[in-house]
Nanobody, 124 residues
């Protein structure tokens, strides 16, 4: 098991930027595939971005492609989600997730380790 703690959320105006962090503790972080998901009020949790354990592969939801960047720093046991050109529709609670040997990285049920979430609110 790995414990995940997100931070970096907040209130930002449309067009602004935020960087979310996901700090991991427990088992060796470097071997984990990582994902970011989000859940808006009244909606299901949805895929945002994923990165393979070695950082060699990334995947993004179409809605954030070109605006968000996922990365991980194994030396710091931390994954990041850089969010630029934010839109009001990006407003949600953002969750990081981790697991070994992820198959379909956009599928929520592939991940067994989740953080508690951090709120991102984008005002128009």
């Amino acid at each position: 098991q790995v414990q995940l703690v997100e931070s970096g959320g907040g209130l930002v105006q449309a067009g602004g930027s935020l960087r979310l962090s996901c700090a991991a503790s427990g088992r060796p972080f470097s071997r984990y595939d990582m994902g970011w998901f989000r859940q808006a009020p009244g909606k299901e949790r949805e895929f945002v971005a994923a990165i393979s354990w070695n950082g060699g592969n990334t995947n993004y939801a179409e809605s954030v492609q070109g605006r968000f960047t996922i990365s991980k720093d194994s030396a710091k046991n931390t994954a990041y989600l850089q969010m630029n050109s934010l839109k009001p529709e990006d407003t949600a609670v953002y969750y990081c997730a981790a697991d070994f040997h992820i198959g379909s990285d956009y599928v929520l049920t592939e991940y067994n380790n989740w953080g508690q979430g951090t709120q991102v609110t984008v005002s128009s």
